[in-house]
């Protein structure tokens, strides 16, 4: 490759720039494959999260509800923060430290199906018939046992799957695991999820509501764009952060980033087999693509 064709991909990050000269197929499973943009406000929120995980220990620790439409990015916030903290083995191999444990909460509000999901995270030996205080046993001893410092607990809302009596009680439970462990709890969850910490009062008072609001036409809408871009490993620039496009992409995406994610990526595909090589609003308008709202009404 001479000086000159590698200028060409100025509009490429490093990686992408290498793709870019790669077979068909390898640049769609690269296109297809997850890459992490870091927002500014998931940077606000990992900061939030890395403050929680070095919070001097006390009875009552605060906690924090990151709330968001479904496929607006809480998932991949979360993993991120694993990821940024991952497992280790302790220096005198005397077992693992796990910083950070996320987990799915249950489908129901159910005590013993929540220490079943900690118990199943951390690969611990349990029978599903073993009693609930048993389990719950085992949870606390193994969360200490590997210096757990956060629970990240998501789709919180699932609380909502049970009447308000079984709502109340699984909610008492979470206050008290938080109080026994003196760990910081986490819940990832859909606005409805609020309404239901909202049943505990205790426990409202102590999970503070972060918003990862949909995108709007801003100037940070745009620098993801522009981020978005780098990443696709297109030969010609699409400019993605220009005002027709950017708005022809809100309003595809609704907002949500996980539909602007899966958007691109088709755009960015059907660029290559066209051999357009970048995204315009002819190759926007020739995707067979529903908007959410259609797509839920359909
Ligand atoms: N920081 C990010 N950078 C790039 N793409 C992202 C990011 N966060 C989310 N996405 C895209 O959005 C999709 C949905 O995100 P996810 O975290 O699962 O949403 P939620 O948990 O809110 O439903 C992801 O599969 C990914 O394609
Ligand atoms: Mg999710």
Redesign the pocket.
Known sequence: MSETSIDEYAHLGAVAKEYVQCSIEQRIDYIRS??????PK?KDIIAKLDDLLTYPKRHRMPNLLII??????????A??FVKMHPAYEREDNDGIVIPVLSIQAPPVPSESRLYSNILDKMFAPYRPSDSTEKKQFQVIRLVQACNVQMLII?EIHSILAGNLEKQRVFLSVLRNLGNELKIPIVG?GIKDALRAMKTDPQLDNRFKPVL?PQWEYSTDYRRLLAS?ESVLPLKKASKLSKKTIALKLLSMSEGL??E???LLSEAAIKAIETEKECIDLDILNSLEWLSPTLRRSV
Not at 68 to 77: A, L, P, Q, V, Y
């Open positions: 997850p890459h992490w943009i870091g927002y998931a968001g439409e479904s496929n607006s990015g809480k998932t991949m916030i993993e991120r998501d990832l990862l978005f980033l996980g602007l994610s899966e």
